[in-house]
Nanobody, 122 residues
Framework: VQLQAYGGGLVQAGGSLRLSCAAS????????MGWFRQVPGKEREFVGA????????YYADSVKGRFTISRDNAKNTVYLQMDSLKPEDTAVYYC????????????????WGQGTQVTVSS
């Protein structure tokens, strides 16, 4: 599976962005999909994940209530809706795919995508 995240950009604090992650090479329907972010000099951080059915989602405490993950298996795409953005949300955001929720949530997915930069100004 090849994953490509896009939709990042510059936004003011309190604003919104929607990231997309397009998959190719294989259908994502059997995978748990996740989002991570990384700031230079820090480890990659789990943001959230969604099961293959889309019924169950997981979020890091830092984004709970502000970010929403969804997926469209027919389009082979996963989304991250980010609302009420804060300067501390500034990072490169990556999408990932893995066989289980635990593997993704623990930062050990099977596939990583290229990131997209999100910058939140104060």
């Amino acid at each position: 599976v090849q994953l490509q995240a896009y939709g990042g950009g510059l936004v003011q604090a309190g604003g919104s962005l929607r990231l997309s992650c397009a998959a190719s090479g294989r259908a994502i329907v059997g995978y748990v999909m996740g989002w991570f972010r990384q700031v230079p000099g820090k480890e990659r951080e789990f943001v959230g994940a969604i099961t293959w059915s889309g019924i169950i989602t997981y979020y890091a405490d830092s984004v709970k209530g502000r970010f929403t993950i969804s997926r469209d298996n027919a389009k082979n795409t996963v989304y991250l809706q980010m609302d009420s953005l804060k300067p501390e949300d500034t990072a490169v955001y990556y999408c990932a795919a893995g066989p289980t929720s635990s593997s993704v949530r623990l930062g050990r997915p099977e596939y990583w995508g290229q990131g997209t930069q999100v910058t939140v100004s104060s």
